[in-house]
């Protein structure tokens, strides 16, 4: 099996059609997506109406969860709050019904896929090895793939210590058959790594290999957007910097 592996499409349709077009080239066997369709960006209808249809499977996301009023907001920062509130609005009733009932968690052919981590699926950032070594220590899975930070990463724990590395863009990931892994995919419509392209993972299971893709869209398209829709200029400007 062969699995587009998306996360964190935050309302930017720009970047997710640019995504789902080269999956379209790519002819993945599954598309996961590992949560937060809406917040930040102004397409958040779209986004779920575009990319429902294509998913084998998604998990909801703290920002997903905080749109329709099931997660409160009041530890999101002020900008991320207005977001919220500017979406909360848009909701149509079927996309309000789709994220209210998306699962915390799913475990596709045996992998575990979460929008934060194990041991909290929606809210837990892993950032550091300390939460990554609690993270394999709650649950017993091989693989675990997260979003959330927006910022591609590998955890690696090989029975007595783990590790971190970044996950790069024409360095595929082997995952070897000793050793356990939490992998980052990164985000497609705000990346927070410097890179302002948008990101996906390709996971191929039958190699074992995960791929980090990288994809220019026209940011100033969905920054005009944004600025229509009056939502917080700094969250236009950050989407130029990759940050």
Not at 143 to 166: S, Y
Not at 222 to 229: F, G
Request: charged residues 20%; aromatic residues 8%.
């Amino acid at each position: 099996m062969q699995y587009g592996i998306i996360s964190d499409i935050h309302a930017n349709l720009e970047a997710l059609e640019v995504v789902l077009g080269d999956m379209d080239r790519r002819r993945p066997d599954a598309v996961i997506c590992l949560g937060d369709f809406v917040g930040y960006g102004p397409d958040p209808v779209t986004c779920v109406e575009r990319l429902r249809p294509a998913l084998a499977g998604a998990v909801a996301g703290n920002h997903d969860l905080a749109a329709v009023d099931a997660l409160d907001i009041a530890d999101f920062n002020p900008l991320a709050q207005a977001a919220i509130l500017w979406t909360r609005e848009q909701l149509t009733a079927p996309v309000r019904r789709y994220l209210t009932d998306l699962p915390q968690q799913i475990t596709p052919n045996g992998f575990l896929a979460v929008h934060g981590s194990a041991r909290d699926p929606v809210e837990e950032y892993i950032l550091d090895l300390h939460t990554a070594q609690a993270n394999f220590d709650a649950a017993p899975f091989r693989v675990c793939l997260v979003g959330h930070t927006h910022v591609p990463a590998v955890f690696v724990f090989d029975g007595e210590k783990v590790t971190a590395a970044p996950l790069l863009p024409e360095q595929p990931l082997r995952l070897q058959p000793e050793r356990r892994y939490i992998v980052n995919v990164g985000s497609v419509g705000q990346p927070r790594d410097g890179d302002a392209r948008a990101a996906y993972a390709w996971f191929d299971e039958d190699a074992q290999t995960v791929s980090l893709l990288r994809l220019a869209y026209p940011v100033e398209r969905t920054q005009k957007k944004m600025e229509a829709a009056g939502l917080p200029a700094m969250l236009v400007e950050r989407l130029a910097y990759g940050r």
